[in-house]
């Protein structure tokens, strides 16, 4: 069995890094998006049902689901007297989008990439 040099042994080396290095590269572009690139938004205004509040006090989390699973969520403090503005930025695909604190129907909405879809969530309720 020949023995190898330890110039063949570094030479498989920088091959092997070069190699993992382009495999990791390509893993990043992969997981990484840029706005448009099959994403969308969704986004609106969102109160809380909750009569009188202290602004900054107050607030609604409003949820995205698919597939009866949540997949992202953004907590909206109230911060103006009528709803504070919230934005999801999801996959295309169709979503519920809810916001319990609001008291109001959730809203069935299709995303598509590069698009806002507005959904606004302010309860008559005070």
Known sequence: MPSRTAGSQSSARLKLAAAMTALLAGGLTACSHSPGQNFGTV????E??????RLGQAQVTVYASHN???VKSERVVIRQPHGSPYRLTLRAAVYVISAPAAY???QTVSVRAGGT???NFRPSCK
């Open 48 to 53: 809380p049902c909750a009569g009188v509040f």
């Open 43 to 46: 986004s609106g205004i969102a």
């Open 68 to 70: 009866g699973r949540t």
């Open 117 to 119: 879809t507005t959904v």
């Open 104 to 106: 109001l129907p959730a």
